[in-house]
């Protein structure tokens, strides 16, 4: 396999970097190279977080270079334009629909706008809604993202390598039950 990029973007308190974490190790559990980077501000505010994942046979930098991005995961749709510029035509935009307002920040219909220029494959999942819901965690819409990426083929882990990275990454206080069950769910998706 060649390197795999992916960039994980949202705001503090969405999940990223057990995202990370989870994805670092199914590429460790695979033998494949691994660097991980973190790019955050008031990440425990709802401030702007960006993580950086790379994986393949031989990685040198933890950073994407932009317009080398395999996959972009946005667990909030404004934070997703801050990563176009590390797109290409064949970059895999995975996105939540949910919007956190800011005070004079864009509106969905202006991020919308913006997402349908890109001219690469784009979901636009109700993921946060869906793990509301259904498990009654809405903060499982990343899982439950990565749950989409494994069954559309868009992140080269199987499932069972992903559900072993969600048990062996997770602090204790965290459910694996649950983690499992949004992954899951995220397979499931159509």
Not at 14 to 42: C, M, W, Y
Not at 61 to 73: E, F, Q, W
Not at 115 to 123: E, G, N, S
Request: proline share 4%; net charge positive; charged share 25%.
């Amino acid at each position: 396999m060649q390197n795999f990029n992916i960039i994980i973007t949202g705001v503090g308190g969405q999940g990223l970097i057990t995202l990370l974490k989870i994805l670092a190790e199914a590429a460790l559990i695979e033998n494949f190279d691994v660097r991980t980077s973190e790019l955050h501000g008031l990440s425990q505010r709802e401030g702007s977080v960006s993580v950086h994942i790379r994986f393949g046979q031989e990685i040198f930098s933890p950073l994407i270079t932009p317009g080398k991005a395999n996959l972009i995961l946005a667990l909030e749709m404004t934070e997703v334009l801050r990563a176009i510029d590390f797109s290409n035509k064949e970059t895999v935009f995975l996105i939540n629909k949910k919007l956190i307002p800011y005070f004079e920040g864009p509106t969905e219909k202006k991020v919308l706008k913006e997402i349908k220029k890109i001219p690469a494959k784009t979901y636009l999942i109700k993921a946060s809604e869906i793990c509301k819901e259904k498990i009654g965690i809405e903060v499982l819409a990343g899982v439950f993202l990565l749950g989409v990426a494994v069954s559309k083929k868009i992140i080269p882990f199987s499932s069972d390598i992903i559900i072993k990275a969600i048990k062996r990454s997770l602090p204790k206080e965290f459910s694996f039950k649950e983690n499992k069950k949004a992954f899951l769910l995220g397979q499931k998706y159509e």
